[in-house]
Nanobody
Framework: QVQLVESGGELVQAGGSLRLSCAAS????????MGWFRQAPGKEREFVAA????????SDADSVKGRFTISRDNSKNTVYLQMNSLKPEDTAVYYC???????????????????WGQGTQVTVSS
């Protein structure tokens, strides 16, 4: 049974930092694109960042460029999201996801991702 388990979300003040982790179990995803999405109350789930299988290419949403960094450790089947200079508008539930059909190409559409975690809440206070 495949599971993606996110952790690291919490309440933080604006300007602070958090590091989210997503550990996969049940199968290895070292050959797949892994990504992070987020969903704020009343809004659609949106792309945040993704990374290809070797970590040589990443893609970030414009709203997080220069502040968030995605990385992965294939030996641990884990993907990370380092979030710096957090803003209140970053408040959302953050989900990790896996696109098992792609090694290199990073797709930003939620429909292209096959496995999802349960989410972790990030709240940024002003």
């Amino acid at each position: 049974q495949v599971q993606l388990v996110e952790s690291g979300g919490e309440l933080v003040q604006a300007g602070g930092s958090l590091r989210l982790s997503c550990a996969a179990s049940g199968r290895t995803f070292s050959s797949a694109v892994m990504g992070w999405f987020r969903q704020a109350p009343g809004k659609e789930r949106e792309f945040v960042a993704a990374i290809n299988w070797r970590g040589g290419m990443t893609s970030d949403a414009d709203s997080v460029k220069g502040r968030f960094t995605i990385s992965r450790d294939n030996s641990k089947n884990t993907v990370y999201l380092q979030m710096n200079s957090l803003k209140p508008e970053d408040t959302a539930v953050y989900y990790c996801a896996v696109d098992i059909d792609s090694r290199y190409y990073i797709d930003r559409r939620t429909s292209e991702y096959d496995y999802w975690g349960q989410g972790t809440q990030v709240t940024v206070s002003s």
